[in-house]
């Protein structure tokens, strides 16, 4: 089906793919960045889904892409089965948020610091202890790979989330984290009463509660942590602005099923409360509309016949579910592009992602 309103976003250096659950987000997002590869000399896309769908779907192992410091290459015929041109590249990554944050660290402190800071059991267990790292991690490394000059467009799968907006709540929730007492009670004080406090905290029940070892640990991790802490900050309220600046567009996956549709009107409204744009909108798992009667020529298999009537009616549902998230779409939304997408005879695999792929490019043209 043709898009509706022009894909103008389809030229923009970064295109960001959220969605709710079982939507078919990495999937869409795979696809969409073999239709881009077919139009670009080089392309990545990078998902941070624990899930890593994306590298088995391109035949990559997990490990070797989790492990990766850069996005691997896709093999020349793995490209030819996608319809790439031999002279383009199609970059993928998986997203070690661990290895990111490593990266900032020895970055911003002395070496003796990094060693330090990276030594703690806190460090080793940070990914665990604040919710939205994965996401702070994508943006820094989505934001060195745009600013690498490497890649003409990059695809971000976003993490997998009950909700989409979650994605998009993360700065807020680490700049307040940031500036939760439990940081500042270990923070380096920096007044006499603070001095004060802090040398009263040292034999305190807190450190009877945890004991010793590990209490100082914990000061020895927050006061070192403190010192990137105000780059965390800057980089998290970067982000709060990465999706409305010109050059990103949020594309949104959503299926014909009446959670997934409300979970888009709902994402909708949501950005249009933060002011963030909504470039695109890709309804997956489409089927189009059935009209006639499907017979068995000579009708004597009674069995085949009623299996074909159940098939029918199904794909009737299926359509016409299709159809009234369409129309639902185009009501609340009828400046935003949309375009469905259609499963085919393939199902999996690089067979798939090709189809898909060619369905966003002829609505692209459309």
């Known amino acids: 089906m043709n898009a509706r309103g022009g894909l103008s976003w389809f030229k923009r250096p970064c295109v960001v793919v959220t969605g709710g659950?079982?939507?078919?987000?990495?999937?869409?997002?795979s696809a969409l960045a073999v239709a881009l590869a077919r139009q670009h000399k080089s392309v990545a896309v990078v998902t941070v889904d624990p899930a890593k769908r994306l590298a088995e779907a391109f035949g990559f192992q997990v490990e070797d892409l989790y492990h990766a410091q850069e996005p691997q290459d896709l093999s020349d015929s793995v490209k030819e089965q996608l319809k790439i041109p031999k002279e383009n590249r199609l970059y993928v990554g998986i997203l070690n948020p661990n290895r990111v944050v490593q990266e900032v660290v020895k970055t911003t402190l002395s070496?003796?610091?990094?060693?330090?800071?990276?030594?703690?059991?806190?460090?080793?267990?940070?990914?665990?202890?604040?919710?939205?790292?994965?996401?702070?991690?994508?943006?820094?490394?989505?934001?060195?790979?745009?600013?690498?000059?490497?890649?003409?467009?990059?695809?971000?799968?976003?993490?997998?989330a009950v909700h989409a907006k979650d994605f998009f709540k993360v700065p807020d929730r680490i700049e307040n984290l940031l500036h939760s007492q439990v940081f500042q009670i270990f923070d380096t004080p920096k007044t006499s009463l603070g001095k004060w406090v802090s040398k009263a905290m040292s034999f305190s029940w807190?450190?009877?509660?945890?004991?010793?070892?590990?209490f100082q640990e914990s000061r020895l991790f927050f006061s070192i942590f403190s010192q990137i802490k105000n780059r965390v900050i800057t980089k998290v309220r970067a982000l709060a602005q990465f999706f409305r600046t010109g050059q990103v567009a949020l594309v949104t996956v959503v299926a014909p099923h009446a959670v997934a549709l409300q979970e888009t009107l709902g994402l909708k409204v949501f950005l249009g409360e933060q002011g963030i744009?909504?470039?695109?909108?890709?309804?997956?798992?489409?089927?189009?509309?059935?009209?006639?009667?499907?017979?068995?020529?000579?009708?004597e298999d009674f069995v085949f016949q009623d299996k074909l009537r159940r098939f029918q009616a199904e794909a009737r549902e299926r359509g016409q579910a299709t159809e009234h998230t369409m129309a639902r779409?185009?009501?609340?939304?009828?400046?935003?592009?949309?375009?469905?997408?259609?499963?085919?005879?393939?199902?999996?695999?690089?067979?798939?992602?090709?189809?898909l792929a060619d369905q966003i490019e002829s609505s692209e043209r459309g």
């Open 21 to 29: 659950g079982g939507v078919g987000k990495t999937t869409t997002a």
């Open 329 to 355: 779409l185009d009501q609340e939304m009828p400046e935003v592009p949309k375009i469905t997408l259609s499963l085919g005879a393939s199902d999996s695999g690089l067979a798939l992602l090709s189809d």
């Open 277 to 299: 744009p909504l470039d695109a909108v890709i309804l997956n798992q489409g089927h189009p509309p059935i009209n006639e009667d499907w017979t068995l020529a000579g009708g």
């Open 206 to 214: 807190v450190e009877v509660l945890l004991g010793a070892q590990v």
């Open 111 to 160: 070496e003796n610091q990094a060693e330090k800071l990276t030594s703690t059991r806190l460090f080793q267990q940070l990914s665990q202890m604040i919710y939205g790292l994965q996401e702070y991690a994508a943006f820094e490394w989505v934001n060195r790979l745009i600013e690498s000059k490497h890649y003409d467009v990059v695809v971000l799968d976003t993490p997998p």
